[in-house]
T-cell receptor
Framework: DTGVSQDPRHKITKRGQNVTFRCDPISEHNRLYWYRQTLGQGPEFLTYFQNEAQLEKSRLLSDRFSAERPKGSFSTLEIQRTEQGDSAMYLC????????????FGAGSRLTVL | DQQVKQNSPSLSVQEGRISILNCDYTNSMFDYFLWYKKYPAEGPTFLIS?????DKNEDGRFTVFLNKSAKHLSLHIVPSQPGDSAVYFCAARYGNKLVFGAGTILRVKS
């Protein structure tokens, strides 16, 4: 197992375009999280899944954002009609539902909106 | 509303000496606290955690101290090594998610 994989690593797009990020978690992990990190800040929670169910969404997740985790395996995060303020690193993490709930993060997908 | 604060943006330490990274929080409902380390172009990696019912947890060169009355925790790295140079994030668990501080850049000089 190679850990949490994210694709693409870097995406440059024009304002108004749609973008989609993919995350492949550690196979035995039942929880999957999306976080967003901007320059000089720590990761901010966006949403999480337990298996295929999306159980919690942050206020940061506007209606232009949608996340899915079909069949409880990989997940996608889509941003529609991108805005310059969406420019950030989008981090995916996975965990087992136990103990401290330690999250294992991927390397992230960096979005630049021009 | 910053519930987890790391007030020192950066810290510089000589190799072999102790590094102390600090974190303050405001929410008494946090039940676990974690430290993550992040190198450039990589995601954060887990270092060490502590339950809110403990006051100390040690793992090799890393020790985390929790002072619940002060709502303060600290990470001690002894001895510091150049490879420890990274951004360190404090995180606190609330419900099913982690709330992160803004991070402290640690530079260990050789």
């Amino acid at each position: 197992d190679t850990g949490v994989s994210q694709d693409p690593r870097h995406k440059i797009t024009k304002r108004g375009q749609n973008v989609t990020f993919r995350c492949d978690p550690i196979s035995e992990h039942n929880r999957l999280y999306w976080y967003r990190q901007t320059l000089g800040q720590g990761p901010e929670f966006l949403t999480y899944f337990q298996n295929e169910a999306q159980l919690e969404k942050s206020r940061l997740l506007s209606d232009r954002f949608s996340a899915e985790r079909p069949k409880g395996s990989f997940s996608t995060l889509e941003i529609q009609r991108t805005e310059q303020g969406d420019s950030a690193m989008y981090l995916c993490a996975s965990s087992l539902h136990s103990g401290a709930n330690v999250l294992t993060f991927g390397a992230g997908s960096r979005l630049t909106v021009l | 509303d910053q519930q987890v604060k790391q007030n020192s943006p950066s810290l510089s330490v000589q190799e072999g000496r102790i590094s102390i990274l600090n974190c303050d929080y405001t929410n008494s409902m946090f039940d676990y606290f974690l430290w993550y380390k992040k190198y450039p172009a990589e995601g954060p990696t887990f270092l060490i955690s502590i339950s809110s019912i403990k006051d100390k947890n040690e793992d090799g060169r890393f020790t985390v101290f929790l002072n619940k009355s002060a709502k303060h925790l600290s990470l001690h790295i002894v001895p510091s090594q150049p490879g420890d140079s990274a951004v360190y994030f404090c995180a606190a668990r609330y419900g099913n998610k982690l709330v992160f501080g803004a991070g402290t850049i640690l530079r260990v000089k050789s």
